[in-house]
């Protein structure tokens, strides 16, 4: 028999030992025979109990050994967790955050998660949500259970609104219900100013702001689908500014500029918010004017017309430069025309506004 492995079980050790010795030696009397069953039972359970006792030492080291493992893991997510540049949260349904890392905390205007979990502890869901981006968010994880690549506007805590980009879903246990939602968020309100800068300049001429050639021959496009789809009238002007080279030649060209920023203000002012106003390139502009009649049409351009040449443009040394221009107008009602032939006839009308004389507006020819 080894040595039991506790000091526990020293004594008892040393007591069975004493006994088996004495059982040995057969003491003479009544009884003896109960009292060697009785120590033969004792030493069994002795080796039942040391037994256990290393079975239960085996499964401690592996209890120690699991734990180590769980900590390590822990502490490899836990280090994912506080210095990845996503935000991570964990929300109760019922709108409490569970837990948040550092980088949510800071996209949201906090310095430390623990800072946030305590200003919230008590909040509705989604306090940085308004209602309709809390209606899209909730109702996309209600539909499809993840929100994947949604982008939200958030308020940080500083009232500034940002967007975000948000992976989210929600998680089931082996319960049932819903109980939570985890996400992760990063903050995208760089990415789309810039993109939004991108889309401004790909589509906006630099001098004057107004849509470029390319741009505006899209819209074009687009609206001349819709009229012919709604059957409705749809007017064209070209627009051109008349001795323009002698503006240039005798002003300088800053001065051309801002005449031509001049007309596309006074284009802005003169027309209606759903005209679209392109400028083509050079001296030359168009406008289209959705669920219009040549009539209309025509009366907008002559009233365009009649403000640019009324307009002064102010030199800065006390002169005044006044100039004008002459519009070429053209409609199609609800046959199939291109945009191509809408510029065309519209030029055609131009040209015709130039030969009476310019100052003009002159409508398409007939036929
Ligand atoms: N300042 C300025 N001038 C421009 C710009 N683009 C084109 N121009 C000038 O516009 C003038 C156009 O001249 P022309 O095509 O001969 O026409 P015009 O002198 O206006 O004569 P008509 O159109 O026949 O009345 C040229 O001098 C171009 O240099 C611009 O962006 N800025």
Redesign the pocket.
Same mark, same amino acid.
């Given at each position: 028999m080894s040595a039991p492995e506790t000091g526990l079980l020293d004594n008892e050790e040393q007591a069975l030992a004493a006994a088996e010795g004495l059982v040995r030696a057969g003491p003479p009397g009544p009884g003896a025979d109960a009292f060697a069953d009785l120590t033969r039972q004792y030493a069994r359970l002795l080796r039942h109990v040391r037994y256990l006792i290393k079975v239960s030492d085996r499964m401690q080291v592996e209890l120690n050994h699991l734990n180590d493992r769980l900590r390590e893991s822990e502490q490899k997510y836990r280090s994912l967790f506080e210095n990845v540049s996503e935000g991570i949260f964990i929300a109760q349904l019922d709108g409490r955050f569970v837990d948040v890392n550092p980088a949510l905390a800071q996209i949201l205007g906090y310095k430390m998660p623990v800072e946030f979990l305590r200003a919230h502890a008590e909040d509705s869901l989604w306090p940085f949500l308004d209602e309709t981006e809390k209606e899209r968010f909730l109702g996309t994880l209600a539909e499809y259970g993840v929100a994947t690549h949604l982008q939200l506007r958030m308020m940080r805590r500083d009232g500034v609104a940002i967007w975000v980009e948000i992976n989210a879903h929600t998680c089931t246990d082996v319960r049932g219900p819903v109980m939570a939602v985890e996400g992760m968020l990063s903050d995208i309100t760089e990415r789309k100013r810039m993109l939004e800068e991108l889309r401004y300049l790909a589509t906006t001429d630099g001098?004057t702001g107004l849509y470029n050639r390319r741009h505006f021959l899209e819209l074009c496009e687009r609206e001349l689908l819709r009229s012919r789809r709604y059957r409705s009238e749809i007017v064209l002007l070209m627009l &051109?500014?008349?001795?323009?080279?002698?503006?240039?030649?005798t002003y300088g060209?800053?001065?051309? &500029?801002e005449?031509?920023r001049l007309i596309a203000r006074l284009c802005r002012s003169q027309l209606r918010e759903v005209d679209i106003i392109g400028r083509l390139?050079?001296?030359e502009f168009a406008v289209l004017l959705p669920q219009t009649s040549l009539q209309a049409g025509y009366e907008a351009a002559e009233r365009l017309r009649n403000a640019i040449a009324q307009t002064a443009l102010p030199l800065g040394d006390g002169r005044m430069l006044r100039f004008t221009v002459?519009i070429g107008v053209c409609s199609c009602a609800t046959q199939k025309v291109t945009v191509e032939e809408l510029l065309k006839a519209a030029d055609q009308a131009l040209y015709a506004a130039?030969d009476q004389g310019?100052n003009q507006v002159a409508l398409q020819p007939e036929g």
């Amino acid at each position: 028999m080894s040595a039991p492995e506790t000091g526990l079980l020293d004594n008892e050790e040393q007591a069975l030992a004493a006994a088996e010795g004495l059982v040995r030696a057969g003491p003479p009397g009544p009884g003896a025979d109960a009292f060697a069953d009785l120590t033969r039972q004792y030493a069994r359970l002795l080796r039942h109990v040391r037994y256990l006792i290393k079975v239960s030492d085996r499964m401690q080291v592996e209890l120690n050994h699991l734990n180590d493992r769980l900590r390590e893991s822990e502490q490899k997510y836990r280090s994912l967790f506080e210095n990845v540049s996503e935000g991570i949260f964990i929300a109760q349904l019922d709108g409490r955050f569970v837990d948040v890392n550092p980088a949510l905390a800071q996209i949201l205007g906090y310095k430390m998660p623990v800072e946030f979990l305590r200003a919230h502890a008590e909040d509705s869901l989604w306090p940085f949500l308004d209602e309709t981006e809390k209606e899209r968010f909730l109702g996309t994880l209600a539909e499809y259970g993840v929100a994947t690549h949604l982008q939200l506007r958030m308020m940080r805590r500083d009232g500034v609104a940002i967007w975000v980009e948000i992976n989210a879903h929600t998680c089931t246990d082996v319960r049932g219900p819903v109980m939570a939602v985890e996400g992760m968020l990063s903050d995208i309100t760089e990415r789309k100013r810039m993109l939004e800068e991108l889309r401004y300049l790909a589509t906006t001429d630099g001098l004057t702001g107004l849509y470029n050639r390319r741009h505006f021959l899209e819209l074009c496009e687009r609206e001349l689908l819709r009229s012919r789809r709604y059957r409705s009238e749809i007017v064209l002007l070209m627009l &051109d500014a008349d001795h323009f080279k002698t503006v240039n030649d005798t002003y300088g060209h800053s001065v051309g &500029d801002e005449a031509l920023r001049l007309i596309a203000r006074l284009c802005r002012s003169q027309l209606r918010e759903v005209d679209i106003i392109g400028r083509l390139g050079g001296e030359e502009f168009a406008v289209l004017l959705p669920q219009t009649s040549l009539q209309a049409g025509y009366e907008a351009a002559e009233r365009l017309r009649n403000a640019i040449a009324q307009t002064a443009l102010p030199l800065g040394d006390g002169r005044m430069l006044r100039f004008t221009v002459s519009i070429g107008v053209c409609s199609c009602a609800t046959q199939k025309v291109t945009v191509e032939e809408l510029l065309k006839a519209a030029d055609q009308a131009l040209y015709a506004a130039k030969d009476q004389g310019r100052n003009q507006v002159a409508l398409q020819p007939e036929g």
